[in-house]
């Protein structure tokens, strides 16, 4: 999956109809990056992270790092 926008969850915060939204700190846009689905999945879910060390193949935190 192709993203142009992304960044790093900072905080979670609530609405007056009690929604939460992400807060976050967004990574400068002129570069479009390829993950693969699961990290796309889970990196929304600020309670998941536990789940994607367990889960994703030593490869992917490589990757990442790049």
Known sequence: MELS???K??????NEE????????W???EQIIEVPL???TYTVNVRA?????DHM????FEWLAR
């Open 5 to 7: 926008g992304h960044g």
């Open 9 to 14: 969850v900072t905080s979670v915060k609530g």
């Open 18 to 25: 009690g929604l939460n939204y992400l807060v976050m700190d």
């Open 27 to 29: 990574s400068d846009q």
């Open 38 to 40: 699961m990290g796309c």
């Open 49 to 53: 992270m536990g789940a994607i060390e």
């Open 57 to 60: 193949p030593e490869e992917f």
